[in-house]
């Protein structure tokens, strides 16, 4: 067991007991024998034991609890801890075969992320302690799950604060350019290696199932991406329109649909907020809508800007819905709460002079679980409403 120990703060450590697993450089008192990436002991001002946890020299979160218990760290706590998360994931195949199988702090594997897309599992080290666990890490993803491949996808801006290079590749097996996954019925084609995140946007899986629930007659789909709702309403609206400003994106998109086999479904390289104007002027109307866009409040900075964006489609949609229509609004910002994105609906309603019901409150699939005691696991909010007047 490693004898490198660091020392925190009390506003650290009960950071720490109140369920929290990150402290702060600020609150990191000394770093006896601690190199960047190791595993370390972390101890009170007074001595008293506190955890065991990622150690990093250079991002601003220093510690990455793994546990609170004096235990060993080893290969063997790793596994069984891959081995707990998967277990928490029983059955869920029989719905989608592509789904998060490692959510890092939502499943007590801080800056871990791992995603299984059918046979082809793609990894994630987004902190100095994991990159440095990565080879054990493979070894015991392909002991475990038997992957046809397994691929980093660590081409991330945030391995940049931990002092980290930007890679992505093929660290076991044979991965293909393309595989297929199904959710809940719908087919799609990803690319493990390229496009957005590690393939597809898998926190929405559930989401998707929910819209069409409510879909009917003809839809707008915004900021469809490989067009994971738009495929998903297909089968129970008249017609779906989806827009995208990513030419690479559309394409994707229109390729699913003729994997799905769904005519009815028809794609536009746009920029989205221009044609969202463009639509309302020309007085097009919709049953339904869904507003699925990109992170518009990266930090707490850009929030105000951010409300401002979102507001906007929102006040587009609704001026659009026709009575009874539905409107499915997302935000996957963690620093747009869930208050403040409702408070911004109930704005774009009041201009838009419409009434409007929320029906569903709904967050990122349960495959990425949140962590009480850590906010930051709770970052995507899905609200369905229904105008009625």
């Known amino acids: 067991m490693s004898r490198a120990q660091v020392t925190i703060t009390r506003r650290g450590a009960e950071r720490v007991r109140g369920g929290h697993l990150w402290v702060y450089r600020s ?52 596994h069984a801890r891959l ?14 075969d592509a789904f998060r199988l490692v959510y890092s702090e939502g499943d007590l594997l801080p800056s871990l992320i791992v995603d299984r897309y059918a046979d082809v599992l793609v990894l994630q080290t987004l902190s100095q302690g994991t990159e440095e666990l990565k080879g054990m890490l493979v070894e015991l993803l392909v002991e475990e799950f038997a992957p046809r491949a397994v691929v980093e996808r660590n081409d991330v801006r945030v391995r940049a604060l931990e002092g980290l290079p930007s890679s992505a590749g093929v660290l076991y097996g044979d991965a293909p350019a393309e595989l297929e996954v199904v959710q809940h019925g719908v087919r799609l084609r990803v690319a493990p290696l390229g496009g957005q995140k590690t393939g597809a946007f898998l926190d929405q899986r559930e989401n998707h199932l929910a819209a069409r629930r409510y879909a009917r007659g003809r839809a707008l789909d915004c ?3 490989n067009g994971g709702f738009a495929l998903s309403l297909a089968g129970a609206c008249e017609s779906v329109l989806a827009l995208d400003i990513s030419a690479e994106a559309v394409a994707a998109a229109r390729r699913n649909a003729e994997l799905n086999g769904a005519s009815n479904v028809e794609f536009r390289e746009v920029n989205v907020f221009d044609a969202l104007h463009e639509l309302e002027a020309a007085g097009e109307r919709f ?28 006040l587009r949609a609704l001026k659009m819905l026709e009575p ?21 609906i109930s704005e774009a309603a009041s ?39």
């Not at 277990?87 to 719905?95: I, M």
């Not at 809508?289 to 489609?313: C, H, M, Q, T």
């Not at 499915?328 to 409702?342: D, K, N």
């Open 223 to 225: 900021f469809t991406f």
């Open 287 to 314: 049953q339904t809508i869904i507003l699925d866009p990109p992170a518009f409040a990266k930090n707490r900075a850009s929030v105000a800007a951010a409300a401002r964006g979102y507001k906007e489609i929102n």
């Open 351 to 389: 201009d838009a002079r419409r009434r409007v019901q929320i029906v569903e409150r709904r967050t990122q699939a349960r495959d990425h679980p949140v962590l009480v005691g850590v906010p930051e696991t709770l970052y995507l909010k899905c609200v369905i409403a229904r105008v009625v007047e």
């Open 324 to 344: 009874g229509g539905v409107l499915v609004t997302c935000t996957c910002s963690y620093h747009m709460t869930e208050p403040l994105f409702l408070e911004l």
């Open 27 to 78: 609150d990191v008192r000394g770093a006896e024998g601690a190199e960047g990436g190791s595993v370390v002991a972390v101890r009170d001002e007074r001595g008293r034991f506190v955890a065991r946890a990622l150690y990093s020299d250079r991002s601003e979160i220093a510690l990455r609890v793994l546990t609170t218990r004096d235990e060993e760290v080893g290969r063997e706590w790793w």
């Open 83 to 96: 081995r707990a998360s998967a277990g928490r994931r029983a059955g869920l195949e029989r719905e989608a």
